[in-house]
């Protein structure tokens, strides 16, 4: 393993080891995507999700432009003079790029400097719950295997390999596991983002095959792997999301609150 570049390991101190940080602390862990520091905050970015971190307007009203320093995942640093206006962080006046959209993870205090950024902001409250007693599965279920690909394709939620090359790829390294019924794959349980602690969990089912129990057996059996990994199972989603809190809730996981998640929108300049 490769030795940890300062500046990602400085930016994990931002993201400790707590529920509703595992896909920030997945990522810069794995020395992924582009840092940028200031007085007080902190800007990163891997491909469609951004995250904050500090005090957006830091330093900022009785300054002109900011010395941002940004880690690189080739181990190597880079540093800018980024200008920005008053109030405005600097590092959201370099990233992302024009034409970006994705997600963003940030306090609220950062919700007026991103809607000097973006054009379009919305905010949608998250809440997430934290894995309790393991229980037995009650349905049919393996590990995900290579030869898998295609069915988990049919499910068709192209975002649960988001993080791999392909489905197969997804297949063949993700821990994850299925619940079949008639020996076919109709629900996939997996890990989406996990740290030295927590394993933050996503399911997803045939549309044709939901409201059977299918998701709840993938994803207790994912659990009892997780917890002989020394894991604990953690599942975030929208707060108004009723179906996706079906499963937590019956498993009596214990709810907690989290910051908002913000969909962000750049329209490039004619």
């Avoid at 975002?159 to 109709?186: N, P």
């Avoid at 002989?228 to 009596?252: H, K, Q, V």
Wanted: proline fraction near 4%.
């Amino acid at each position: 393993m490769r030795e940890m570049n300062e500046d990602f390991e400085r930016a994990l101190k931002h993201f400790p080891a707590e529920p509703g940080n595992q896909i920030v602390r997945a990522s810069l862990l794995a020395q992924r995507g582009e840092l940028r520091f200031g007085e007080g905050w902190l800007v990163y970015l891997v491909g469609d999700e951004l995250m904050l971190a500090g005090d957006p307007t830091c330093e900022q009203s009785t300054v002109e432009s900011v010395e941002v320093c940004y880690g690189l995942s080739c181990g190597c640093e880079a540093y800018s003079d980024i200008g920005s206006a008053s109030g405005l962080c600097a590092g959201l006046a370099a990233l992302p790029a024009p034409d970006w959209s994705g997600f963003c993870k940030a306090d609220p205090d950062w919700e007026s400097s991103l809607g000097s950024s973006f054009d379009s902001v919305i905010r949608q409250e998250r809440i997430g719950f934290v894995g309790g007693e393991t229980l037995p599965s009650n349905g049919e279920t393996r590990a995900i295997t290579a030869d898998d690909a295609l069915a988990v394709k049919a499910i068709g939620e192209r975002w649960l390999w988001k993080r791999y090359s392909s489905a197969r790829e997804f297949c063949k390294q993700a821990t994850a596991t299925v619940a079949l019924l008639d020996g076919k794959v109709r629900s996939v349980a997996t890990v989406f983002a996990a740290d030295e602690r927590y394993a933050d969990i996503a399911v997803a089912t045939h549309p044709d095959y939901r409201a059977r129990g299918l998701a709840r057996s993938a994803v207790l059996a994912l659990c009892q792997i997780l917890r002989e990994c020394g894991l604990i199972p953690f599942w975030e989603t929208a707060a108004g999301n009723t179906a996706s809190r079906l499963i937590p809730e019956a498993l009596g996981w214990k709810q907690i609150a989290l910051r908002p998640l913000y969909y962000l929108n750049r329209t490039p300049r004619g």
